[in-house]
Each structure stands twice: as C-alpha cells, then as structure tokens.
C-alpha cells in the first residue's frame, strides 16, 4: 500500500508568498490524515494533522484542508519562508484496523529569495 | 515530547558484513514502531511493524531473515541488516507511536547505510 514515486514535483515560490500542495489521497474509508516535511538527509517531521470529521485544521502558519468528497487533502503554508524549503508528504492510515500509513509521493517546495 | 532518535546516524560497512541500527523513543513509551526505507527522491516504503515483546510483522517482499527486528523493551526497537549488499544501501527510517495518541507516528531522524 506505500506509494513510491519515481521523481518528486516541484513546487517553487516566492518568498512571502503563500504555498498550497495537494495530495490525492487513496483510500475512501482513511479517517486520519497527516501532513509530514522531510528535510534533505533528515526524517519526516509532524507538521498538523486532521480527522475525517472535519474538513479545515489550522496551526502556525499551516492550515490542511480536506476535502472526502474528492478525496484531496491539501497543505496551506502561509508567507512562505526559506525555511520551509523542503519536501512535503501526506499520510493517510488507511490501512483499517492497523496503525500504518499510505503515504503520498511527496512534493519538493522550494523557496525562492 | 515525542522525540525519537535513532543511532547511528550514518553507517559505511563492507558487503557481507552485518549492521544494527538502534530506534528509541526518549519522553515517551512506544506503543508500536515501524521501520521504513527511503530511496533518493522517493516516498517512504513501510519495511515492517513492531510491536514490543512480540514478532514484527513484515511487508510484502521484505525479507525477515535479512531485516532482523528485535523490539526488547518499550523504548527501543533495533533493525539489523545481515549480511548487506550494496544494493541495502539506503536510508532507513523508524517511526513510534505512543499511548494516547495512536494514529501519530512520530520519526526518527533517519540512518544512512552505505554498503560497499
């Protein structure tokens, strides 16, 4: 059930600005969705999270957005900073009855100055 | 809290030796631990889930005789790579969850293999 991509999309902007990444998530009956930022040579890092019974999360700078009806799940980062450069997963536990994840391909953001 | 770390951080072995690579859980006790590979650009790969005290139970394809998992306590599950080829090499990630909070996985930073 892992997604494994063959090259990451690429996601560049300005800094300042506002970025929005998307994921298509795969598994209708998934009820928990996770929002993870890899840095280059270092392990995933909880960014926010969201349960299926709400369809907007907010916390520092980052809002998720999700959407069941079209299963898309999207990560919302405001003013954008050089810090944020990096790549970007979605995980979903839809896996039922187990607490493992099916994780997205991923999307490399990366921050223009 | 929840503050995995994982040692070492980088290894470089020669082929047909044998690594042990270390995941603990330092403020909080794990409820269950995954191990994942990661290669370059890619998405994570679920290798196997560990449970402590019981055996881990390994994905598809993924040999359980070459990735030894030992989950000894609830802090610490170590992955051995036997026998490593160069074609183990790749970065391997742990990730744990906590009472309370079982759906959150919390990542190590990750273990770079080198086999020569």
């Known amino acids: 059930g892992e997604s494994v991509g063959l090259h990451l999309p690429t996601l560049s902007v300005q800094e300042g600005d506002n970025s929005i990444i998307n994921c298509a998530y795969s598994?209708?009956?998934?009820?928990?969705f996770i929002w993870y930022k890899q840095e280059s040579g270092k392990g995933p890092q909880f960014i926010i999270d969201?349960?299926?019974?709400?369809d907007k999360r907010q916390g520092q700078r980052v809002t998720v957005l999700l959407n069941k009806t079209v299963k898309h799940l999207s990560l919302q980062i405001a003013a954008t900073q050089p810090g944020d450069s990096a790549v970007y997963f979605c995980?979903?536990?839809?896996?039922?009855?187990?607490?493992?994840?099916?994780f997205g391909t991923g999307t490399r953001l990366k921050v223009l100055a | 809290g929840a503050v995995v770390s994982q040692h070492p951080s980088w290894v470089i072995c020669k082929s047909g030796t044998s690594v042990k690579i270390e995941c603990r859980s330092l403020?909080?006790?794990?409820?269950?631990m995954f191990w994942y590979r990661q290669f370059p650009k890619q998405s994570l790969m679920l290798m196997a889930t560990?449970?402590?005290?019981?055996?881990?139970?390994?994905e598809q394809g993924v040999e359980k005789d070459k990735f030894l998992i030992n989950h000894a306590s609830l802090t610490l599950s170590t992955l051995t790579v036997t026998s490593a080829h160069p074609e183990d090499s790749s970065f391997y990630i742990c990730?744990?969850?906590?009472?309370?909070?079982?759906?959150?996985?919390?990542f190590g930073p990750g273990t770079r293999l080198t086999v020569l």
């Open positions: 995980a979903e536990n839809g896996f039922r009855g187990t607490y493992k994840y099916i």
């Open positions: 403020d909080f006790q794990a409820t269950t």
């Open positions: 598994n209708s009956a998934s009820d928990y």
């Open positions: 969201i349960r299926s019974n709400m």
């Open positions: 990730s744990a969850t906590r009472e309370g909070s079982t759906d959150t996985q919390y």
């Open positions: 560990s449970n402590e005290g019981s055996k881990a139970t390994y």
